[in-house]
């Protein structure tokens, strides 16, 4: 890690997801399952740590519009 470099994140760092409170609701244990392999995933690739928590928050409230 002594050689590593910084990069740029192409997400908002203040991103405040939204409740979509009148969307169609979707398959939850699909997503759940997917948000479970990309968490997986984190352990070797961390610089996806901070998308797959934004995403993982809409696991018991999921709409259309979270997909």
Do not use: W
Not at 13 to 23: F, R, S, T, V
Not at 31 to 39: A, S
Not at 44 to 55: G, K
């Amino acid at each position: 890690m002594v050689d590593c470099r910084p990069c740029e994140t192409p997400i908002d760092l203040k991103h405040i997801p939204e409740n979509d409170k009148e969307g169609a609701t979707t398959d939850k244990g699909q997503y759940q399952r997917l948000v479970g392999k990309l968490i997986y995933l984190t352990h070797t690739r961390p610089d996806i740590a901070y998308v797959v928590s934004v995403v993982s928050q809409f696991m018991h409230n999921l709409k259309d519009s979270h997909l």
